[in-house]
T-cell receptor, first 113, second 110 residues
Framework: DGGITQSPKYLFRKEGQNVTLSCEQN?????MYWYRQDPGQGLRLIYY???????QKGDIAEGYSVSREKKESFPLTVTSAQKNPTAFYLC????????????FGEGSRLTVL | QKEVEQNSGPLSVPEGAIASLNCTYS??????FFWYRQYSGKSPELIMF????GDKEDGRFTAQLNKASQYVSLLIRDSQPSDSATYLC??????????FGQGTELSVKP
């Protein structure tokens, strides 16, 4: 079964702690993305990667970091520098970055207490 | 002006009616247009894409694109309660960036 797996689905953390969200895909897609979604808002791009060992900042990269050491994996770290980290985080992948045909994982809901 | 605008709704239609969801975009050179459906608490899934002016039909769904007026719409015929979701419009800008609208919440009442 091909798809994207995000974990954990729900995460609670204390303010000031770094957290890492996992994203793994077995679709053999080159491009991977992290989006953030807040209530009543659309998707805002945090980071994207077109190829292994390369990634680019999106519109709201401050306070976040990523790595792309393997084609299948694109973890996102929410650092303590992120002022308002409570949100729904979505990982997605696509064959390439110039397409709008994205496949999304189930999402990770982060709550900072 | 937002790059991709949608009426946030909620749009409420009775079961069996046609639901019409609209989206406007600001960059005239945009080429590719997408509709995603997102159920509450779930992730978005792609349901339609359209690249050329005119209509594109897929089952009960029809995407309509008018590049001259810079709008794209999604029609859902014979709406069902299971169609109740938020519908996200997405556009690829002339420089290759995928931009999402804020979504329109659709509620289909039995």
């Amino acid at each position: 079964d091909g798809g994207i797996t995000q974990s954990p689905k729900y995460l609670f953390r204390k303010e000031g702690q770094n957290v890492t969200l996992s994203c793994e895909q077995n679709l053999n897609h080159d491009a991977m993305y992290w989006y953030r979604q807040d209530p009543g808002q659309g998707l805002r791009l945090i980071y994207y990667s077109q190829i292994v060992n390369d990634f680019q900042k999106g519109d709201i990269a401050e306070g976040y970091s990523v790595s792309r050491e393997k084609k299948e994996s694109f973890p996102l770290t929410v650092t303590s520098a992120q002022k308002n980290p409570t949100a729904f985080y979505l990982c997605a992948s696509s064959i390439r970055t110039d397409t709008g045909e994205l496949f999304f994982g189930e999402g990770s809901r982060l709550t900072v207490l | 002006q937002k790059e991709v605008e949608q009426n946030s709704g909620p749009l409420s239609v009775p079961e069996g009616a046609i639901a019409s969801l609209n989206c406007t975009y600001s960059d005239r050179g945009s080429q590719s247009f997408f509709w995603y459906r997102q159920y509450s608490g779930k992730s978005p899934e792609l349901i339609m894409f359209i690249y050329s002016n005119g209509d594109k039909e897929d089952g009960r769904f029809t995407a309509q694109l008018n590049k001259a007026s810079q709008y794209v719409s999604l029609l859902i015929r014979d709406s069902q309660p299971s169609d109740s979701a938020t519908y996200l419009c997405a556009v690829i800008s002339p420089w290759g960036k995928l931009i999402f609208g804020q979504g329109t919440e659709l509620s289909v009442k039995p």
